[in-house]
């Protein structure tokens, strides 16, 4: 803390101060995007006329190739495709589960499988439940009280904390590892509580893991909703020999090639360094992904739109990058970082749209102290428009990679407080995206780049043939 304050105090004098120039090009910017702005209307296609896009499906494939459709109609400098190998698992008919609490008296309860799962018995898996708060929990009960059941992970996000991705962090890993630890002490199923701070009954997938175990001990993993959760758990109470019963049929099918969608404007001074914006393509197959990741899809686009139309011309290489895969897998991510270590391409900094189409509150920064402090020059900017945070501390998944000792990676943060209704779940549709906050937040990152854009790094580029 006191290396930032004191890296505050010099940034009064290192940097200048947010001139007039800057003022008007991102006023320039907020009034294109609201005025004139396409992110809405792509996104209702995205939405709407493609839908899901679950990597490795026929709806990722559209999107691939609509979206490349869309970067070459703007006039770009390069548009271009980027191969990656991707997993291809098929959820298949919908998922059916009820809770037995005596022959024929039965409730039925809506689940879905998460993504990666193993299918049950055609006939569907039924077996006694054990309820557990989270994973340290079953070392102490043991393999004597678990062999033979269905373990019910029912710790829910902590509702006390302001942050819903810090309450989604606290309670993700019994989703993704769960399955993995339960079959250790011989559980036949899991059943998961959604992560979701609302009572619903919409049940909400994701990424789960079986890590290096062989196929035959892989059991399958469901996610149950809410409303469903608290049931079943004051039903155990009632009745702790309870049964479930769930049926699903998902299955994982050999990787299938895929593709990242880049476009890119080049630059007019520093051609060699690079500034990356960009949202993953892929989507969960439950609704449209209008919010996980649509929204950072056409945001990421209408960047290059915004300075195409408004006539800037920029100084370093501006490149949007439509992730595939971040869902279950990041192979596009890991892939695109892979592409520039080995093209020895100069990276100075990457921002990533990946938190909802909500009112943009700020970024995170993943930088140096002395980095942030030139960020922080730059927050008198973003005041007018009521965009104060501004903290150091995560960027984006897809963008992670990318990191090196001298480089500053960013996230947008829009609001969160509604964001873990939809996540993963069948109500991300386009309809729950309001189009004024779809275009603040695709000035917000405009804003953003132009400034990095203008100014660069405080700190040296290593190996730069252009400074």
Same mark, same amino acid.
């Given at each position: ?5 004191? %890296? ?15 003022? @008007?090009?991102?006023? @320039?910017?907020? @009034? ?5 702005? +396409? ?22 494939? $559209? ?11 703007? *006039?770009?400098? $390069?548009?271009?495709?980027? %191969? ?8 298949? =008919? ?33 077996? =006694? ?33 302001? /942050? ?15 399955? $993995? ?43 149950? /909703? ?6 079943? /758990? ?8 309870? @049964? ?92 695109? %970082? ?27 920064? /993943? ?26 501390? *995560? ?9 090196? +000792? ?53 700190? =040296?580029?290593? +190996?730069?043939?252009?400074?």
């Amino acid at each position: 803390m006191i290396r930032i304050l004191i %890296a505050l105090f010099f940034s009064t004098f290192l940097f200048s101060q947010p001139n007039e120039n800057d003022e @008007k090009q991102i006023e @320039k910017f907020f @009034k294109t995007s609201l005025l004139e702005g +396409n992110s809405y209307e792509w996104l209702d296609y995205l939405s709407n006329r493609i839908g899901s896009r679950l990597s490795g499906s026929l709806g990722a494939e $559209r999107a691939v190739a609509w979206t490349k459709e869309a970067l070459d109609s703007m *006039g770009l400098d $390069r548009v271009y495709l980027q %191969a990656v190998k991707v997993p291809k698992w098929v959820r298949g =008919p919908k998922e059916f589960a009820l809770i037995e609490t005596a022959p024929g008296v039965t409730f039925n309860v809506p689940i879905t499988a998460l993504g990666g799962s193993v299918a049950t018995p055609s006939v569907g898996l039924k077996a =006694p439940v054990i309820e557990v708060h989270g994973i340290e929990e079953l070392k102490a009960l043991g393999k004597e009280n678990i062999e033979g059941k269905i373990v019910f992970y029912n710790r829910p996000m902590q509702a006390d904390l302001i /942050s819903t991705f810090q309450a989604y962090s606290g309670c993700v890993d019994q989703r993704y590892d769960g399955a $993995r630890e339960a079959s250790e002490y011989g559980a036949v199923g899991v059943i998961v509580r959604s992560m979701n701070l609302r009572l619903d009954d919409l049940p909400h997938t994701g990424a789960m893991s079986y890590g290096d175990q062989q196929v035959s001990q892989r059991i399958p993993a469901a996610a149950i /909703s809410t409303n469903a959760a608290e049931k079943l /758990s004051y039903l155990l109470r009632l009745e702790p020999k309870l @049964k479930f019963l769930f049926r699903q049929q998902c299955k994982t099918y050999p990787d299938v090639w895929s593709n990242n969608v880049i476009g890119e404007i080049q630059g007019s001074v520093f051609p060699n360094e690079v500034i990356v914006v960009g949202g993953h393509l892929d989507s969960w197959d439950l609704g449209d992904g209008a919010h996980d990741d649509g929204a950072g899809v056409v945001q990421s686009m209408e960047v290059l739109r915004l300075f195409k139309i408004t006539g800037y011309q920029p100084k370093r290489t501006i490149r949007v990058v439509l992730f595939m895969n971040e869902e279950n897998g990041l192979r596009g991510g890991n892939a695109y %970082a892979q592409s520039a270590l080995s093209s020895n391409e100069q990276h100075i900094f990457a921002l990533e749209s990946d938190a909802g189409g909500f009112t943009p509150r700020g970024f995170s920064f /993943s930088c140096s102290d002395s980095e942030f402090a030139q960020v922080q020059s730059w927050k008198p900017l973003f005041k007018p428009y009521l965009i104060h945070y501004f903290e150091q501390g *995560g960027s984006g998944a897809d963008i992670r990679p990318l990191k090196n +000792n001298y480089n500053v990676l960013a996230g947008l943060r829009p609001d969160s407080q509604r964001y873990f209704d939809h996540h993963h779940a069948e109500n991300d549709t386009f309809d729950a995206v309001n189009k004024r906050e779809l275009e603040l937040g695709a000035a917000t990152m405009t804003s953003l780049i132009y400034l990095y854009d203008t100014y660069g790094l405080v700190g =040296p580029i290593p +190996n730069s043939l252009d400074r």
